[in-house]
């Protein structure tokens, strides 16, 4: 069946300008994920969904993080006025509820801010 | 705070050559301990999960062990197709968040 999709796969931007990264779970998956990954790190966990709410926005660095699943599927990352700092892999991740339930990760997107 | 850390670091191992993985944690509650593969350019690929001190988990050349203070992942016999960077995880009870390692990465040579 079809996996984690995550759209672009590449961007580039320039800094202060806005960028939504998107996100298309496992259907039927409730549970939603977003990491960032630094070039050698591991992915460190931004903020997790279930269902329609954000449960956990705690990983989040600053208020220019944003994040929203309106309908309970689909998930927008917002980020606005972009840094070079901000330059990573965007990880989405869904598992079938929120516990230890296996979570499933997309292919990121690659985030250049120029 | 959670830790993670994955040793070695980089390793280059010759083909058929078995070597192990290791990585530490530090906890408070562990919920689920996780294993990934990630190939250059590519998101994490589930391996294992392991959940209590003691279990095993095999996949072809990889077996995972896990104790109350670390996991081994075992390569044995690797092939080319196995170099990747293998990542270590922790879930812990208060939250759903994975803490990751930096990971091992693994270079199998012809």
């Known amino acids: 069946g079809a996996g984690v999709s995550q759209t672009p796969s590449n961007k580039v931007t320039e800094k202060g300008k806005y960028v939504e990264l998107r996100c298309d779970p496992i259907?039927?998956?409730?549970?939603l994920y977003w990491y960032r990954q630094s070039l050698g790190q591991g992915p460190e966990f931004l903020i997790y969904?279930?269902?329609?709410?954000?449960?956990?926005d705690s990983g989040l660095p600053n208020d220019r993080f944003f994040a929203v699943r309106p309908e309970g599927s689909v998930s927008t990352l917002k980020i606005q006025r972009t840094e070079r700092g901000d330059s990573a892999v965007y990880l989405c991740?869904?598992?079938?509820?929120?516990?230890?339930?296996?979570?499933?990760f997309g292919p990121g997107t690659r985030l250049l801010v120029l | 705070e959670d830790q993670v850390t994955q040793s070695p670091e980089a390793l280059r191992l010759q083909e058929g050559e078995s070597s192990s993985l290791n990585c530490s944690y530090t906890?408070?509650?562990?919920?689920?301990l996780f294993w990934y593969r990630q190939d250059p350019g590519k998101g994490p690929e589930f391996l294992f999960t392991?959940?209590?001190a003691g279990e095993e988990k095999e996949k072809e050349r990889l077996k995972a062990t896990l104790t109350k203070k670390e996991s081994f992942l075992h390569i044995t016999a690797p092939k080319p197709e196995d170099s990747a960077t293998y990542l270590c995880?922790?879930?812990?009870?208060?939250?759903?968040?994975?803490?990751f390692g930096k990971g091992n990465q693994v270079v199998v040579i012809p």
């Open positions: 392991l959940y209590s």
């Open positions: 991740a869904s598992s079938t509820g929120g516990g230890l339930e296996t979570q499933y």
């Open positions: 259907s039927g998956h409730t549970a």
């Open positions: 995880a922790v879930q812990v009870e208060r939250n759903n968040r994975l803490a």
């Open positions: 906890v408070s509650g562990l919920r689920g």
């Open positions: 969904f279930q269902g329609t709410g954000a449960a956990d």
